[in-house]
């Protein structure tokens, strides 16, 4: 709430200054009349979320509205405002002549094709799934696991889903991966277990010959809407917990399980939700590796990206690999040539993809589903594929 009055003013001077290519190009007074009542009728949206959720009032179909309208609106606008900008330093040593219509149509241009991205983000981004490979190396990985796979999943965030063949192509991509292990890493429901009741069945058949395991994610704990009472929130966490077994996915619970294969064993290490700031701190890495060797190799699952910095990497025993998500890579960003970017890493310092630190590993899902946003711009929905290597 008290970062609204800066994005409201970035939102108006980005406004302003794009309004200037537009006022260029066209005198006419009912698209002027139009570009402003429609900015008008955006604020008003927004005001009115931030004082509807204070009231109770949490229309997650309102909410994906209002901010694809927005991110349509101002997003073209932030991308074409360098080309305007480049223009008025020319400007400057020209004394200020008028705007060149030519750059003005290049501005819009650049604006109408980032519009054009934000539809498919809209449309076809949230099933347009990736699978992301990484191969991992670590000296003491014990030599029956060379070469073993593991297939991440995290955020499916079921709620959100309203298109099953979507859905399958993406669980299609899961099987085809072939994966030794399959992980899940929090956050299978927007708030309510009975999100999930649809999907079952398909992720209950998805098969990996050494198991199926998932961990609770910030979400999963119905923390974010109102409950008639203490117990039916318990009742929904209780439920939700049954859900994991009917996928087919252990669930675990601060707790640790033995991944055995040709007489040598990884330990598997899941932890409940913990984050930094005003997440809850249900995670207990500490009950969780109290009966884990400390010589044993370990694979930690872990939602929140922030619990490793936090947490995990100064633990008293070494942990190998944790895996997270949460962060959604914002569900908007670039990567292309191997530059990434997103609004979130100014918010977490490890958001997408593989980090290491004192010889440590954490990999960051960038998410199956989506939240918030009916899709998905730039940062694509993941299915992370992570090859353990010795050496």
Known sequence: MARFPLMLLLF???????????????????????????????????????????????????????????????????????????????????GFPERSVVVSEVAMAVAGFIFLAIIFGLTKGKHFYKVRKETIFF????????????????????????DAGGVQKGLNLVDAQQSDLLLFTGDLVNNMASEMDPWIGGFNKL??????????????????????????????????????????????LNEAVTIQKQGQHISLIGVENWGKGG????????????????????????????????VTVEHHQHVHLTLAGHTHGMQFGIELFGFKWSPIKYVYKQWAGLYEQQGKYLYVNRGFGFLGLKGRIGMWPEIAVLTLKKG
């Open 279 to 310: 997440f809850h701190k249900y995670g207990d890495l500490k009950r969780a590796t109290a009966d884990v060797p400390d010589h044993s190799f370990k694979v930690l699952m872990s939602h929140d990206p922030s619990h490793w910095d936090e």
């Open 12 to 94: 108006l001077v980005g406004d302003l200054y794009f309004y200037q290519a537009v006022s260029t190009l066209s005198q006419h007074p009912a698209l002027h009349f139009g570009y402003w009542l429609f900015d008008i009728l955006l604020i008003a949206a927004i005001i009115s979320i931030i004082f509807l959720r204070r009231a109770g009032f949490n229309s997650e179909r309102f909410i994906a509205v209002v901010i694809g309208a927005m991110m349509l609106n101002f997003i073209p606008k932030v991308f074409s405002s360098p080309v305007l900008l480049a223009e008025d330093v020319v400007r400057l040593f020209r």
């Open 207 to 252: 098969k990996a010959p050494y198991g199926k395991y998932s961990v609770l994610g910030n979400h999963d704990y119905g923390d974010y809407i109102r409950w008639e009472s203490k117990d039916a929130q318990a009742a929904n966490l209780n439920r939700l917990k049954e859900v994991h077994g009917e996928m087919g996915f252990n669930l675990l």
């Open 139 to 162: 000296p003491d990985l014990p030599e029956a696991f060379d070469g073993f796979t593991i297939t991440q999943l995290s955020d499916i965030h079921s709620g959100s889903f309203s």
